[in-house]
């Protein structure tokens, strides 16, 4: 097999390191060293101005990373947050240079819906990694300005929620919840109110998006759960391929001793990873076992929120944030824990935190719900607590700090985890369709 792969993808390494960006630029080399041609159309950094595109050589793959305002140009923000004109002109250009056989397409954040339009207009195939819920929920992950979890997309709660991110109606929600959720359930009625209150807007973008997926070619999910979410708002089951990203672990480093039940959170520290929830709840633990907490990652982006974990922690005995590390660091990080805590408020589809632990047999504790449930079995490889309930957690923690046995016995049950080369190879058999035979 042969051809020409982009990649696109809202960040790329070493400036953006969250799951979906990583996955991308391991992606980029596991599909290069397979002997398929490789670029990448990555977002960069926001700046004033149109969107300028830099190519830059890195490790044999071309990146373009672009810098600007995606929205430029566009009297329509919102429309624009998904259906981007300057990301289109951007694709073309690129395309243009360098005429790629598929689109291989990471979510869909940020890089808007004309990625999916530009390549489907100039008769290339797109194939998308889902990664969360941006095709159906503006806000991405599911989660209301309030903080409140969605159980799904509807016109009425969509068009609050799009509302709701200006002051003027969000204090209305929060001094009188019924009464605002009783308005907004008649809002789609409201004819002559629907522009005004954003319900045409939330519309147009789902009808938009909806025409984007019809012509996608095909889709991965990395999780049952996420599949699942997109098979219910309307994607054809026969279009969606269940793929678990795969790790490249190697030999593992040996494990680090310690008479510390030492408890360990990575990944991005905002809101929505419910990372207050677990300082709350180290606050609850109680006994004389020596306990340490270590909080790995960065909160660019929501620094606000960094500054009150920073705040936080420092009230706390025996809690350390110790920053971000480099995706190749992960496994010396994980040699030095005994437990890992994913206590994310929104719906994770196939945290890769959680397959890193368990590639290491660390065990995890993790909330219950979406693909976090899905990978984490109570009781037999980690344990479950009420999802945002910092008193459940503590009684998950408290159980490892009481019974000395309880690590060890799940560490015994960790599931094995699938390799990048498993992955890659599953992927490149939902390519073979769309790429062209070797010669």
């Known amino acids: 097999m042969a051809g020409r792969v982009l990649i696109v993808v809202h960040g790329y390494p070493p400036t953006a390191r969250a799951g979906a960006e990583i996955h991308a630029w391991r992606s980029a080399r596991g599909l290069t060293e397979q002997g398929l041609e490789v670029r990448v159309l990555a977002f960069e950094r926001h700046t004033a101005g149109p969107l300028s595109g830099q190519d830059v050589d890195e490790d044999g793959v071309v990146v373009r990373r672009l810098s600007g305002d995606c929205e430029w140009g566009q009297r329509d923000r919102f429309r624009a947050s998904y259906d981007s004109d300057g990301m289109a002109a951007a694709m073309r250009e690129l395309m243009a240079d360098w005429r790629p056989h598929l689109v ?242 929104w719906v994770e589809n196939s945290p890769n935190v959680i397959l890193e632990a368990q590639a290491m047999r660390v065990p995890v504790v993790g909330s219950n719900i979406g693909g976090i449930a899905e990978l984490v079995r109570h009781d037999q490889n980690g344990l479950l607590f009420e999802t945002g309930s910092a008193r459940d957690l503590a009684r998950q923690l408290q159980r490892l700090l009481d019974d000395p046995d309880l690590v060890a016995r799940l560490s015994r049950d960790a599931p094995p985890v699938q390799t990048v080369a498993a992955e890659e190879s599953a992927v490149l058999e939902v390519f073979r369709r769309f790429l062209p035979e070797r010669r």
């Open 104 to 345: 291989y397409l990471f979510s869909g954040y940020l890089m808007s819906s004309s990625i999916v339009r530009t390549a489907s207009s100039a008769g290339v195939p797109v194939v998308i990694n889902l990664t969360d819920y941006w095709w159906f929920c503006h806000q991405i992950n599911l989660r209301r300005p309030d903080g409140a979890r969605c159980d799904g997309p509807s016109l009425a709660g969509c068009a609050r929620c799009h509302a709701e991110g200006r002051r003027r109606w969000k204090l209305p929600g929060a001094k009188m919840p019924g009464l605002a959720k009783r308005f907004w359930e008649l809002a789609p009625r409201l004819r002559f109110l629907q522009r005004a209150l954003g319900v045409d807007a939330v519309r147009l973008r789902a009808e938009t998006l909806a025409r984007a997926l019809g012509e996608v070619s095909a889709f991965i999910a990395p999780s049952k759960f996420l599949a699942d979410f997109y098979q219910g708002h309307g994607v054809e089951p026969s279009r969606i391929h269940l793929i678990r990203q795969g790790l490249q672990v190697g030999a593992p480093p040996a494990r680090v001793p310690s008479d510390e039940l030492r408890i360990m959170y990575f990944g991005q520290l905002k809101a929505h990873k419910g990372v207050m929830t677990l300082l709350d709840a180290w606050s609850l633990l109680t006994g004389p076992k020596p306990r340490t907490l270590a909080l790995w990652g960065s909160s660019a982006g929501e620094e606000g929120f960094g500054a009150s974990v920073s705040q936080a922690a420092a009230r706390l005995s025996g809690v350390v944030w110790r920053g971000a590390f480099a995706p190749q660091e992960v496994w010396q990080v994980l040699a030095s824990a005994d437990v890992v805590v994913v206590p994310s408020l």
